[in-house]
Structures are given as structure tokens and as C-alpha cells.
T-cell receptor, first 112, second 112 residues
Framework: SAVISQKPSRDICQRGTSLTIQCQVDSQVTMMFWYRQQPGQSLTLIATANQGSEATYESGFVIDKFPISRPNLTFSTLTVSNMSPEDSSIYLC?????????FGPGTRLTVL | KNQVEQSPQSLIILEGKNCTLQCNYTVSPFSNLRWYKQDTGRGPVSLTIMTFSENTKSNGRYTATLDADTKQSSLHITASQLSDSASYICVVSPFNDYKLSFGAGTTVTVRA
């Protein structure tokens, strides 16, 4: 298993601003994933972050809005840029592969 | 499009009673099917993982079943406790693909 921590755990932000979410894993992992969970809905994959290469974004998500960094095998950041109320969600990072994925505790973001 | 559908959307049960959650999926071929428990404000935590060749898996008071022929799974909670109040998410992992297919979840509320 993997122990994943995220910072911040929650935040309230003003529209038009940006927030960077950090994800730290207690072991080296190849693949890290960023998910969004909108209120009352299940998880949607935003992008896959691989160390040493550009993140791979899913349909509907773009790098300008959700830039991702992956400087090493234990850490990643997701920035939510130019926020609007529609970005209010829980953002989760995850590690693993096809056999198992472990999730962080999530960052609850509210945009006013 | 791969889909995972869960029912019911929500349910309320009395402490000590049993309940069964359903999951139907169209993902094919698939590597494994998982049930996650997500407490409010937390990330999902894995309860059971089953490969296509397994038809039952238990984790304490949680028992998952899988019928790969009919593409159905269920999660049975025995002797429910207040701490079982959470969202339960069915997740299917496609064969040779790290992109998971998530159900919308079933919200279980256990009342004293």
C-alpha cells in the first residue's frame, strides 16, 4: 500500500485566483493521477502525471487550466487556475496502476 | 463507452441490520473489480478487489460477489454499524489499462 498526503485539506478561494494542491507519497511511484469529484458525483480523471514527461490530460481538461508538475517520483502538484465557482470540488491524487490504486484524502475546494 | 452503474443511489438502514449494494458494469475485458468506501471528506479506501475468476471476497463484515458472466457485482454489509455510514463506490479496472471506470456510488446511512 501507499500513504498519500495532500495539502491543503481544504480552502476557500475567490474567483479568478489560482490554487496549487500538493500531493506527497511515502514511496517512489511511476504513475500519479489527479481526479476531480464534484458534489454528489463520482471521480473523474483529470490527468496522469509521469515523472520526467508532460502530464497526459483527459478529454475536457487542459493544461492551461490545470497545470501539473511532477518533479520527482514521490511528489506532484495540481494547480487550478483562474478559478470559477464551477471548480468547487474535491480534488484527489492517486497512485498505482491497473491492479490497485490508492487515494489521498482529497482537497476540498470552494470557490466564491 | 465503459459504464459502471450502481443501485440504489442511497439507502438508510438501522444499526445491526444487513444491506446489499448492486453494481452492473459493461467494461470488457476487465482486470479486476473493486469496492471502495469513502467517508465524508476523505479519499476512497479499498474494501475488496476481485479478479474476473473470483466470485466472492470478504473483508470483515463486508462481502463482495462477482458474476463475470452477467457483469454484476454486489457488496453485502453484515450487522451494520454507525461507522458504516459512507459512500460505497464500485470501480472496474479495464484489462491492460490504468484508467478506471467509476460508479456514481451508493450512499449508506446507518441510524441508531
Amino acid at each position: 500500500s501507499a500513504v498519500i498526503s495532500q495539502k491543503p485539506s481544504r480552502d476557500i478561494c475567490q474567483r479568478g485566483t489560482s490554487l496549487t494542491i500538493q500531493c506527497q507519497v511515502d514511496s517512489q511511484v511511476t504513475m500519479m493521477f489527479w481526479y476531480r469529484q464534484q458534489p454528489g458525483q463520482s471521480l473523474t480523471l483529470i490527468a496522469t502525471a509521469n515523472q520526467g514527461s508532460e502530464a497526459t490530460y483527459e478529454s475536457g481538461f487542459v493544461i492551461d487550466k490545470f497545470p501539473i508538475s511532477r518533479p520527482n517520483l514521490t511528489f506532484s502538484t495540481l494547480t487550478v487556475s483562474n478559478m470559477s465557482p464551477e471548480d468547487s470540488s474535491i480534488y484527489l491524487c492517486s497512485v498505482g496502476g491497473s491492479n490497485e490504486q490508492f487515494f489521498g484524502p482529497g482537497t476540498r475546494l470552494t470557490v466564491l | 463507452k465503459n459504464q459502471v452503474e450502481q443501485s440504489p443511489q442511497s439507502l438508510i438502514i438501522l444499526e445491526g441490520k444487513n444491506c446489499t449494494l448492486q453494481c452492473n458494469y459493461t467494461v470488457s475485458p476487465f482486470s479486476n473489480l473493486r469496492w471502495y468506501k469513502q467517508d465524508t471528506g476523505r479519499g476512497p479506501v479499498s474494501l475488496t478487489i476481485m479478479t474476473f475468476s473470483e466470485n466472492t471476497k470478504s473483508n470483515g463484515r463486508y462481502t463482495a460477489t462477482l458474476d463475470a458472466d452477467t457483469k454484476q457485482s454486489s457488496l453485502h454489509i453484515t450487522a451494520s454499524q454507525l461507522s458504516d455510514s459512507a459512500s460505497y463506490i464500485c470501480v472496474v479496472s479495464p484489462f491492460n489499462d490504468y484508467k478506471l471506470s467509476f460508479g456514481a456510488g451508493t450512499t449508506v446511512t446507518v441510524r441508531a
